[in-house]
């Protein structure tokens, strides 16, 4: 802030038809904001150089089909130097918009609610939140991932300085944090919903909420202040330049500046709901309301408005009415109240209220620091909410009214409850909702509650702290296929299977392979250090090392200890016998058998405490072709998926877990598989993921090895963004608790190929904040491929 002064109005502008509820700072022109608002358009505003204290509508924007409810600016890049504004709307859709045309560029479907507030990232990245109860990642044209872990509307969101955090607000009275698509913390403590979210700086954070407090959070989950001033709910927060200053508005009528942690000015405004507010460059305020009114505080004198400008401002705030059932003013009683010479004695504080009668009438009046004096503020009607008040009883809770909606003709009316400090447009909604009624009523069931509470002041979005728009489970990341290959692994001392060939698994670029521990890479081989043999690695790579002696010696002992109507005939053993010396004889002619692979699919439903040989089996066997086919190929592919994601569970056994990863690898040798493995991407790396937890380097390395396959299919694959998003997620949270140097080295080489020749993938990467979480990688000696890994990954970002 430019100094200690107090905000004055600069301009008033006459600028929606019907509440504004968003407003953002525009990276162009210099001095430009955005509104928008109720009545379906976003505006943009410059300053007017003729005139100091004016701003001029530049550019107006439709593309909604009900009311636009927040915006965000996405920031300049090569495509659009300008910069792009974002819209959330009521039709549940976001719109893109440039400077030049006044229709949408593209618009982002997805949300099955309304959109209620927006967020922007570096790289291009948006964050949405919505009264779906879910956030989602946006870059470009598509949805990257969806955060699920909210039981009711989402009402604010926020991507941190820190790239990777993200932060998200809702109706449940929690805030949570987010990295690479996973709810890393939950902060509580808000009484009611959590209505707005402001950065302070990369470890710090405010909330404000209904409750009418404001929350000092440290990222780590500290709340290390709270903030008391307002009267009524809060609905936004925007933070000064200076990482320390801030304001706030709501339903108190208010703007409130705070310095040094104090409420230091309140301006009051001659409307009920102050929704929105953003800090100009210059250090102006702007804030929207209810009215339809933008109006823009200044400490600088030069671009205060007129003494005529200002006089009428005072007006028309002395000519508001306040109706005490609001509870800003706290409980009236007439005849306690003292006369006119109540204001002769000079406020404590500014903003401070006081009230006196005036024959049969009371006024409100607000001490001004900067004017010395008391400003009346408004009439107060209604007297004692306490006395005065006539509630209607439904279903055990007290309403201002219950209106009888008729519906069907002839029918019995449906009762629609409504209190003043509801908003009229969300006790439609959830009305519709819980009849079961289309949304098309939505406009004329708001417009009744309107009409017939004329005279009652009309707040807000939701007091109460549930929300209608439930929902919640694990987090699943934004839809797309990921897919990829992985060459050897340390298990193995030899490349991938090929049927008939004498080879062992040569790599193709002639040099040592750094997956196989038969010949272990070295940086001093490479006759240019600078060559790259880690990625894009897209001939992927298996599990194939084998014991054939020990893993039939542990299938018999199990066999004979296997409950009876479990156990395995001769002709069975001698069945899964042959099969697996087939599959690990390179040079062998033979094909697997129908009932061979009949026996195998069976006894891979074993018990799970004696399964794991059988396992061990099938992961040799699906890298033969007929096995693949058989298996993966049609109805049995899905079989097979499910078969291994049920051994995968978090309550299933490490053994189990580790050898499903492995089949899974595997799969990826033949098309069959690899067609599966595609097509289920989205709930095989979930549930994969799942396992980071394990603290098991086998599982790791596995794990790794999957999504390296899956990058190795997506390669060159443009169109795959969602896919390639999935990839970096797992890999991302893999890497936040993975010790085990070869899954690491697998993860850098997964990472290195998802974002190889794809400038999205690079944008993604880097939003998810996978540099810094890898450089530390990049002084690693031993073994030296991950350290020359992910420098390569990094010069690749």
């Known amino acids: 802030m430019s100094g200690s002064n107090s905000y004055r109005l600069r301009c008033s502008l006459a600028a929606h038809e019907m509440d504004v509820r968003g407003l953002a700072a525009a990276a162009f022109p210099h001095g430009a904001f955005v509104s928008v608002s109720r009545d379906r358009t976003a505006r943009v505003w410059v300053p007017n150089p003729s005139e100091n204290q004016v701003f001029t509508e530049m550019h107006c924007m439709n593309g909604h089909s009900n009311f636009v409810s927040c915006v965000c600016i996405i920031a300049p890049n090569e495509t659009y130097p300008r910069g792009l504004i974002a819209t959330g709307g009521h039709d549940n859709n976001i719109c893109v918009f440039s400077l030049d045309r006044p229709d949408p560029l593209f618009t982002l479907k997805g949300h099955k609610n309304t959109v209620c507030t927006l967020s922007s990232g570096k790289f291009g990245t948006m964050l949405s939140g919505s009264w779906d109860t879910t956030a989602k990642v946006w870059l470009g044209e598509k949805c990257l991932m969806t955060l699920q872990g909210h039981t009711a509307a989402v009402w604010a969101v926020v991507i941190l300085p820190e790239q990777g955090l993200m932060l998200s607000g809702s109706a449940d009275k929690t805030i949570k944090l987010w990295k690479a698509g996973r709810c890393e913390n939950t902060y509580t403590g808000h009484e009611d919903c959590v209505r707005g979210l402001a950065v302070i700086n990369e470890v710090e954070f405010l909330s404000c909420s209904n409750d009418a407090s404001i929350r000092r959070w440290m990222v780590t989950g500290e709340c290390v202040q709270v903030y008391y001033s307002h009267t009524n709910y809060i609905y936004s927060l925007a933070v000064f330049p200076n990482g320390q200053d801030f304001i706030s508005t709501g339903e108190d009528r208010t703007l409130r500046v705070w310095r040094k942690g104090e409420c230091s000015q309140t301006i009051r405004l001659p409307a009920q709901s102050v929704w929105c507010c953003c800090i100009l460059p210059d250090g102006d305020i702007a804030v929207g309301a209810s009215d339809g009114v933008i109006r823009v505080f200044t400490e600088c004198q030069e671009r205060v408005a007129s003494a005529q400008d200002l006089q009428a401002f005072e007006d028309e705030l002395s000519k508001a009415i306040i109706d005490p059932k609001t509870g800003d003013l706290g409980d009236i009683k007439i005849e306690d109240l003292p006369g006119r010479e109540h204001l002769d004695e000079p406020g404590n504080r500014d903003g401070q209220t006081r009230l006196i009668k005036e024959g049969s009438n009371v006024e409100a009046y607000q001490w001004s620091v900067s004017d010395g004096r008391w400003v009346k503020i408004g009439d107060v009607v209604g007297g004692s909410s306490q006395q005065n008040s006539k509630r209607v009883m439904y279903e055990g809770k007290e309403y201002d009214f219950v209106f009888s909606i008729d519906v069907n003709e002839g029918g019995p009316g449906l009762k629609l409850p409504y209190n003043v400090t509801d908003d009229p447009w969300l006790t439609a909604h959830n009305f519709l909702e819980k009849n079961d009624l289309s949304p098309m009523f939505l406009d004329q069931v708001a417009n009744f509650i309107i009409e017939n509470t004329k005279g009652h002041t009309l707040g807000p979005a939701p007091g109460s702290a549930t929300d209608p728009f439930t929902g919640a ?43 196989t521990g038969g010949s272990a890479y070295s940086s001093s081989s490479l006759p240019n250090a600078k060559t790259n043999v880690f990625f894009p690695n897209t001939d992927g790579v298996m599990f194939e090392q084998a014991n054939t002696t020990q893993i039939l010696g542990k299938l018999r002992e199990l066999n004979s200890t296997a409950p009876a109507d479990r156990k395995l005939s001769d002709a069975a053993l001698d069945c899964l016998e042959k099969l697996l010396l087939l599959v690990t004889d390179v040079k062998g002619q033979e094909q697997p058998t129908a009932e061979q692979i009949s026996v195998l699919w069976r006894t891979s439903h074993w018990p799970e405490d004696i399964v794991f040989p059988v396992l061990d089996i099938l992961r040799l066997a699906v890298r033969h072709p007929e096995v693949n086919a058989q298996l993966c190929g049609g109805t049995e592919g899905a079989s097979l998926c499910n078969h291994l994601l049920g051994l995968m569970s978090s309550e299933g056994r490490p053994a189990n877990q580790m050898l499903a990863l492995r089949i899974l690898c595997n799969c990826f040798s033949g098309s069959h598989g690899r067609a599966l493995l595609l097509g289920h991407r989205d709930t095989v790396l979930s549930r994969a993921g799942d396992l980071c937890v394990v603290s098991n380097k086998n599982i790791h390395v596995a794990l790794a090895t999957l999504v390296l396959n899956y990058a190795g299919r997506l390669y060159g694959q443009l169109t795959e963004i969602e896919a390639k998003a999935q990839c970096l997620s797992v890999a991302s949270t893999a890497l936040e608790v993975v010790q085990d140097k070869e899954a690491i080295f697998r993860l850098l080489v997964a990472l290195g190929t998802t974002v190889a020749g794809d400038s999205t993938a690079k944008d993604l990467a880097r939003s998810l904040g996978v540099n810094s979480q890898i450089s530390k990688y990049a002084r690693v000696s031993d073994p030296a491929k991950v350290g020359e890994c992910c420098r390569l990954v990094l010069d690749e970002l």
């Not at 839809?479 to 490349?495: L, N, V, Y």
Request: glycine residues 24%.
């Open 473 to 515: 489970g694990r987090y699943i990341p934004g839809s797309g296929s990921d897919s990829q290959g992985f060459g050897a692994d340390p298990f193995t001392g030899a490349g991938r299977y090929i049927p008939e060939s004498g080879s062992t698994g040569a790599v193709p670029s002639g040099r040592a392979d750094p997956f």
